[in-house]
């Protein structure tokens, strides 16, 4: 290979490859459970690896878990019909789902509480 050639990682193909992953196409993140005493973790790429990797990473990590679980746990969430919510996905770098996600939710009572001290505080 040429000096200078710029070489990119298809981490899209890595992350699907079935001689790769059990089930590759499957959502299990249970197969990350020991994550960080593994060798597997090579295989897992959203962020690069080496020197040039993302810099935002355990911030995107916590804020990503802390935003989607906020979200679990303070309402309920229903597709808006008896359609399983399509997957497929657009085109573009940051992999755009082609369909837009549409769905309902409901405050959990959790959130009644929580707003209500939040106006109270305010008060
Ligand atoms: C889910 C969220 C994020 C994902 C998936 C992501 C992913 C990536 C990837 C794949 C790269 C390129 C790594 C490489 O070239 O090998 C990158 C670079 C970078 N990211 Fe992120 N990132 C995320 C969030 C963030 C956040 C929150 C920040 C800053 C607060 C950030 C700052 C950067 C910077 C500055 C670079 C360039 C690093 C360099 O070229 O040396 N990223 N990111």
């Known amino acids: 290979m040429p000096c ?3 070489l990119l990682i298809n981490a899209w193909g890595l992350h699907r490859d079935p001689k790769l ?11 990350f459970e020991n994550n960080g005493e593994s060798t597997e973790s090579y295989k897992l790429i959203p962020f690069g690896l ?8 355990d911030l995107a990590q916590r804020v990503v ?14 597709r808006i019909g008896e ?3 399509d997957m497929a996905e657009g085109k573009g770098l940051t992999m ?9 939710c409901k ?16 008060l």
């Open 50 to 57: 080496g020197r040039r990797s993302c810099p935002g990473m």
């Open 21 to 31: 992953w059990d089930d590759a196409e499957s959502f299990k993140p249970e197969r």
């Open 107 to 122: 405050k959990k009572a959790i959130m009644n509480v929580f707003l209500s001290e939040t106006v109270d505080d305010c």
């Open 4 to 6: 200078g050639t710029i």
């Open 65 to 78: 878990g802390l935003a989607l679980g906020s979200l679990i746990q303070c309402f309920e969430w229903e």
């Open 96 to 104: 755009p789902k082609s369909m837009p996600l549409e769905a309902m």
């Open 83 to 85: 359609e399983e919510v």
